[in-house]
């Protein structure tokens, strides 16, 4: 096992660094940004294990940065020993491997042993290519305390974003083994809060709860939205849609995520089954799930359980796996279905819902987290407690059944989604790097000179 990062070098608060070679002296210009996503590349097909709305976020900034003309390196973990060291999948934008640990896919509770050789190879690249960052950009608590670490080299301020946060997952997980969380990441969470430059929340309620559950009062936690791609997600024609898919004219719903417990497959497998057992349509709702793994044998086995449970209460047959999408794709599958179902237990803020919603596809979500801020009821979707499976039925029902409701819910969604432009949330996000950067710098400029040799 790697050292503890903890003993590894220079102390973690450690704010001297250096420049080494390609920095800004201007305090108000950003130039480059180094972006870090540990545990998951912003370039892996959605759906798959750990690849969700995290990875589009980190993508989707980046790329849009990059069209403002600022570089933006993504550091992720190297877990596939064939990957190139550096791919560069939009202009300015590079998504530099890193090796630290096994070059395999490990479980994430284990990479906090390896965020030292982490923030080692991200200084080591930054010599090799001669580059240095205005501003760190972290997502996630794992990326989080890898930028701590890095302030032994760089002086670049920090930006946080969890993504999800480990008191709230918790909290909503009301006990369930699924839904503990680790004495480590909730303290981690905690001291990055009090120790980073400056924390994005993607609503209001995510940096209320980050400031109650977690104790701490400060200013430097901003709301800024997270965003979708407004050329990509837009109307289709639901008939042409459907045909392109191999999908007839059924009522169809939508599921889109990981197979991961905190996104509620087993709740909406509940509700498919209580909504199928009082449907008295001609044609039965269909369920697509978009997420899982499928193998060569069919599917694997996380979805090979969602489909057991759906056996168990008869429904099986409604269910069309469809396993994980590129991003490119998942237009289809929104214009395609009546209505998308967001059941998750925890969101920070439901990237599905705003995509659905830029599609005209209106949204039957839990009230959890970021979703009661993005959803709103009876104006883009509708809202049911998470949990509650006669609710959840009886909501998918009423909008199936109500072709005006679903129009009218479909409209309300079309307006909701225009506010969420990356272009706009980029440009937030730009400003807040500019404003970061600055104050960084000014602190770093007051300090008393350092003799030589010491």
Same mark, same amino acid.
């Given at each position: ?290 997420? /899982?793994? =499928?193998?060569?044998? @069919?599917?694997? &086995?996380? +979805? $090979?359980?969602?489909?057991? %449970? !759906? ?69 883009? /979707?509708? =809202?049911?407690?998470? @949990?509650?499976? &006669?609710? +959840? $039925?009886?909501?998918?029902? %009423? !909008? ?55």
């Amino acid at each position: 096992m790697a050292a503890s990062p903890l003993v590894a070098g220079r102390g973690e608060d450690d704010t001297m660094g250096f420049d080494n070679g390609r920095g800004t002296g201007d305090f108000g210009n950003i130039r480059r940004v180094a972006m870090i996503s540990v545990h998951t590349s912003p370039i892996a097909t959605l759906g798959a294990k750990d690849a969700g709305g995290m990875n589009v976020y980190v993508r989707e900034l980046s790329r849009q940065l990059g069209r403002q003309g600022v570089a933006v390196d993504i550091f992720t973990r190297r877990s596939d020993t064939f990957a190139p060291d550096i791919i560069e999948p939009f202009e300015n934008v590079r998504v530099i491997q890193i090796t630290a640990g096994p070059t395999a896919t490990v479980p994430k509770e284990t990479l906090f042993n390896y965020l030292g050789e982490f923030a080692s190879e991200m200084a080591l690249f930054g010599l090799r290519d001669g580059v240095s960052y205005d501003v760190v950009h972290a997502h996630y608590w794992l990326s989080g305390w890898t930028a701590l670490l890095l302030r032994r080299y760089w002086t670049a301020p920090v930006v946080q974003m969890f993504h999800t946060l480990a008191a709230l997952k918790k909290e909503a997980a009301r006990g369930a083994l699924d839904g503990q969380e680790s004495s480590l990441r909730i303290e981690s969470e905690r001291r990055l809060i009090a120790r980073v430059d400056a924390i994005v929340a993607a609503n209001a309620r995510e940096r209320a709860e980050m400031i109650w559950w977690y104790g701490l009062q400060t200013s430097k936690i901003r709301t800024i939205p997270c965003g979708i791609d407004l050329e990509r997600f837009f109307p289709q024609d639901r008939a042409a849609a459907r045909a392109e898919l191999g999908l007839g004219p059924a009522p169809t719903l939508l599921f889109v995520g990981r197979i991961d417990p905190v996104k509620g497959i087993d709740f909406l497998i509940e509700g498919y089954a209580c909504l199928c057992a009082d449907w008295h349509g001609v044609e039965k709702p269909r369920l697509i799930i978009v997420g /899982g793994e =499928l193998t060569d044998g @069919g599917l694997g &086995p996380d +979805l $090979a359980r969602v489909r057991e %449970r !759906a056996m168990e209460r008869g429904v099986a047959d409604g269910l069309i796996f469809c396993g994980p999408q590129p991003h490119e794709t998942l237009a289809r599958y929104y214009a395609a279905a009546d209505l998308t179902v967001v059941p998750s237990r925890y969101e920070s803020f439901g990237l599905v819902a705003i995509e659905s919603m830029a599609c005209g596809t209106p949204v039957v979500a839990s009230r959890a987290g970021g979703l009661a801020y993005t959803v709103e009821e009876g104006r883009n /979707g509708l =809202l049911v407690p998470y @949990g509650d499976v &006669p609710a +959840l $039925a009886d909501a998918l029902g %009423r !909008a199936l059944g109500d072709d005006t409701l679903r129009r009218e819910l479909g409209a309300g969604a079309l307006v909701t989604a225009r506010e969420y432009s990356w272009a706009d949330v980029a440009t937030r996000i730009l400003a807040l790097y500019r404003e970061t950067n600055a104050a960084r710098r000014a602190a770093l400029t007051a300090l008393p000179a350092v003799a030589a040799g010491d």
